[in-house]
């Protein structure tokens, strides 16, 4: 009887330090991610939508039918990898135009 309690004690041993080495990684990992992002350079902000008023029809009709032109260019060769940020700049000049994406 008394190896069984011994290897239950072990296990618990064991098991306590184990999960004290994951709480330390975890603090140590988020210390580690708050000291990155307060390193980190700012980014650029996200372009703001005019006011409804000031939106321009066909500057908005053309940068949706570059957009959907890329889209459907990137369906097309779903292998280049260039249509992600045309896609990226193409939304940004929706969103700049039009108010929304």
Known sequence: MRGGQLRIAAFLFVTLLLA???VWINLYASDEAD???AQA???????EAPPEEEIDAEACA????EYQK???ESIDNPDD????EKLEVAL???VENCGSA
Do not use: H
């Open 20 to 22: 004290g080495l994951a």
């Open 35 to 37: 000291r990155i992002v």
């Open 41 to 47: 350079p700012d980014t650029q902000p996200v372009a």
């Open 62 to 65: 053309q940068a949706q039918q």
């Open 70 to 72: 890329y889209w459907d």
């Open 81 to 84: 990898q260039s249509y992600e």
């Open 92 to 94: 940004t000049d929706v």
